[in-house]
């Protein structure tokens, strides 16, 4: 079974910019969740969807947003692009919503912003 | 104060060391508690997942939560060079994000 894809894998913008992420599930998981990573502040949870519904949003400004297809494919979009930005970005995939279940993270977009 | 305190290490030990790695939360409600494994370039992998408090077994590894003292404990034992990684603890409390601590640097030297 494939795992968890994200695109694309590198990306550089210049501030002011936005972009858009990808991330396509494990086949038959509805749950996707972003998450930021940097080295100062760690894993940080951006928001979860289920069945194209936004379940969790964590702290971040409006800037970041999201949002799922009827097939689980999951988009993540951050506008005005800030230097602050910089960051890996991971989304895992679950069955459900809910920490009992597993999450499997994908391999992250490292988004440069210069 | 962050919801889940991780020393960053890094960590260097021999081969065939025993590893502990350790962790504190502050939220009384966590009742799910995991240990991720992030090798460079890649996304984290779970390892353990642990309900509330007790200690679980898996091979070499072995997870411990004290709810008591709100402490969170991997312990790896005969550690390979293949264990070199950073290692996440998160916690949370079943209907809410998981909150991750900000990760071991681990180094096992040959």
């Given at each position: 079974k494939a795992g968890v894809t994200q695109t694309p894998r590198y990306l550089i913008k210049t501030r002011g910019q936005q972009v858009t992420l990808s991330c396509s599930p494990i086949s038959g998981h509805r749950s996707v969740s972003w998450y930021q990573q940097t080295p100062g502040q760690g894993l940080q949870f951006l928001f979860e969807y289920f069945s194209e519904t936004q379940r969790n949003k964590g702290n971040f400004p409006g800037r970041f947003s999201g949002r799922q297809f009827s097939n689980s494919r999951s988009e993540m979009n951050v506008s005005?692009?800030?230097?602050?930005?910089s960051a890996l970005y991971l989304c895992a995939s679950s069955l459900t919503s809910g920490s009992t279940d597993t999450q499997y993270f994908g391999p992250g977009t490292r988004l440069t912003v210069l | 104060q962050k919801e889940v305190e991780q020393d960053p290490g890094p960590l260097s030990v021999p081969e065939g060391a025993i590893v502990s790695l350790n962790c504190t939360y502050s939220?009384?409600?966590?009742q799910y508690f995991m240990w991720y494994r992030q090798y460079s370039r890649k996304g984290p992998e779970l390892l353990m997942y642990t309900y509330s408090s007790g200690n679980k077994e898996d091979g070499r590894f072995t997870a411990q939560v004290d709810k008591s003292s709100k402490y969170i404990s991997l312990f790896i034992r005969d550690s390979q060079p293949s264990d070199s990684a950073t290692y996440l603890c998160a916690s949370d409390s079943g209907n809410t994000p998981l909150v991750f601590g900000k990760g071991t640097r681990l180094s096992v030297i040959a």
């Open positions: 005005t692009l800030e230097l602050g930005d | 939220n009384s409600a966590f």
